[in-house]
């Protein structure tokens, strides 16, 4: 299995490990019960401040940098129930605003055709290929988004294996509330991968280049300078994946086989509604 689109490759070098990978595994195994998931202080030390810092993006308005702690070792900080709503990666504390125009960060975790055996469960509503959410940039003038990518790892033989990809939206604005008013505001702020079947433009990464509000970072230098053309270097042109929401989940085995033909042991990717099924491991 795996399908990496062509950008895969040139996103590896940026990635930071800063566990070892029994350290890391023992950790997670500690803090497998949802909502007690690292808060007090030990924790605090453990985890979430030897976390990696990433640059994210940089403001096209200003040019101020916008960096991010955040757990490339894998998968377990990325499903919809953990991380920063909008406002960052993860909630590491410190996670903050970066400057006067930022409106929010959008995360679209694309399993590159692997399946996460790893978790349980793993639900993504934003889906896996990225789209423009263009009531966040046709509001006003002032405005512009930044692509970037990093690699996700999962523990494969001992050692932390880049399998997966989030591609990252940043959006910026003069004014961020009324960008925020614009785009619905709160959680409903941005638009979701299957957007892209009502709207074609909203999957159409490189038109928005070619408006000149989509910027991304550049991958083949290692300061990572913002880029905004020409429209042919653009690294992320034609991501493909489930195109849409999605939940990967693993299911006690039915009593009888006719009750979930879907089942398999290493769990299956699903809709959002859990009704249809999107991917799942060969047997
Ligand atoms: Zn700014």
Not at 33 to 43: A, K, T
Not at 91 to 114: D, R, S, W, Y
Not at 122 to 144: C, K, M, N, R, S
């Amino acid at each position: 299995m795996g399908r990496y689109h062509s950008s895969f490759q040139q996103t590896l070098w940026q990635l930071q490990i800063t566990f070892a990978p029994d350290e890391y595994l023992e950790l997670l195994a500690r803090h497998s019960q949802p909502g007690d998931w690292l808060n007090s202080r030990v924790e605090i030390a453990s985890y979430w401040d030897k976390l990696p810092r990433y640059l994210i993006a940089r403001c096209p308005l200003c040019g101020v940098r916008f960096t991010n702690r955040a757990d490339t070792h894998s998968l377990f900080m990325w499903g919809d129930s953990t991380g920063g709503r909008g406002r960052a990666l993860s909630a590491h504390p410190e996670n903050t605003v970066p400057c006067a125009h930022f409106v929010g960060v959008q995360k679209f975790i694309n399993l590159n055709g692997n399946i996460p055996m790893e978790l349980d469960y793993f639900p993504q509503a934003w889906g896996d290929v990225p789209v423009i959410t263009p009531e966040l940039l046709l509001h006003t003038a002032q405005t512009g988004v930044v692509m970037h990518s990093l690699p996700i790892c999962r523990v494969e033989r001992g050692a932390f294996t880049p399998k997966y990809v989030v591609y990252l939206l940043t959006y910026y604005a003069e004014s961020p509330s009324a960008a925020h008013k614009a785009g619905g505001g709160g959680w409903t702020l941005f638009t979701a991968s299957q957007h892209a079947g009502h709207d074609p433009r909203v999957g159409d990464l490189p038109y928005w280049v070619e408006l000149g509000k989509l910027h991304w970072l550049d991958l083949d230098d290692p300061t990572l300078p913002l880029k905004s053309g020409p429209t042919s270097d653009f690294p992320y042109a034609g991501i493909q994946g489930v195109g849409g929401s999605y939940t990967y989940r693993k299911r006690p085995k039915p009593r009888w086989q006719w009750l979930d033909r879907s089942w398999h042991p290493d769990g299956v990717i699903y809709n959002s509604s859990e009704n249809e099924v999107l991917a799942r491991p060969s047997w």
